[in-house]
């Protein structure tokens, strides 16, 4: 059954750097989302992206995230200056069509220090 | 926005019973309803969906009602097993336009299988 892939699996980074997750959809996927996961707590929407631009953001994506499709296969989300809040597992989702065959990838567990 | 509210949030119940996990959502644009179960340290995995042209949608031991009217949705697990044990997460999302809309998710119920 095909995956979302993120790398890497932990992310240990000092606050104040920048760091880049990454994601390989699923590759006949056409939206792409990020989301992170204080530990214990609800999964929260970051962003979506469709059709190369960004379709929808929420509070929490400020000016310190980007997000970024380079070379049609990888979806990376960037934080230009990590703060403790920060740490979270981010999981990254794909789906084929809109709400369908939503698959959300292994995760990412930034540890900002 | 939309926010998700997700009841109990822990749930004991005994192997063989049934579990109900109840959610309301208050934007009544959303009409897209998914449940997800994440076990310890894994990703959420999408058990079952709803959409706002059905009430009622089964798919084995798990079922999911919908109530638009009232603006709630719940999660039925029949003749729970061991395995079943996890945190499970509603989610809501508008079904609507071009864009890719994001999804909403409750805090989560914790269910526990009791052998």
């Known amino acids: 059954e095909p995956e979302v892939t993120q790398t890497p699996s932990h992310q240990v980074t000092q606050m104040g750097q920048e760091v880049i997750l990454r994601c390989v959809p699923i590759?006949?996927?056409?939206?792409f989302y990020w989301y992170r996961q204080i530990l214990g707590q609800k999964v929260e929407f970051l962003v979506s992206?469709?059709?190369?631009?960004?379709?929808?953001k929420s509070e929490i994506f400020d000016d310190q995230f980007s997000v970024e499709r380079p070379d049609g296969s990888n979806f990376t989300l960037k934080i230009r200056s990590t703060k403790l809040e920060d740490s979270a597992m981010y999981f990254c989702?794909?789906?084929?069509?809109?709400?369908?065959?939503?698959?959300f990838g292994s995760g990412t567990r930034l540890t900002v220090v | 926005g939309e926010n998700v509210e997700q009841h109990p949030s822990t749930l004991s119940v005994q192997e063989g019973d049934s579990a109900v996990i109840k959610c309301t959502y208050s934007?009544?644009?959303?009409?897209?309803f998914p449940w997800y179960k994440q076990e310890l340290g894994k990703r959420p995995q999408l058990i079952i969906d709803i959409r706002s042209n059905v009430g009622e949608k089964k798919d084995q031991r798990i079922a999911v009602t919908l109530n638009k009217t009232a603006k709630h949705f719940s999660l039925h697990i029949t003749e729970t097993q061991p395995e079943d044990s996890a945190v499970y997460f509603c989610?809501?999302?508008?079904?609507?336009?071009?864009?890719?809309?994001?999804?909403?998710f409750g805090k989560g119920t914790h269910l526990i299988i009791q052998p």
């Open positions: 989702a794909s789906c084929r069509a809109k709400h369908y065959g939503y698959t």
């Open positions: 989610a809501a999302a508008p079904y609507s336009g071009g864009g890719a809309d994001g999804l909403t």
């Open positions: 992206f469709y059709n190369n631009e960004i379709s929808e």
């Open positions: 590759s006949n996927h056409l939206y």
């Open positions: 934007d009544s644009a959303s009409n897209y």
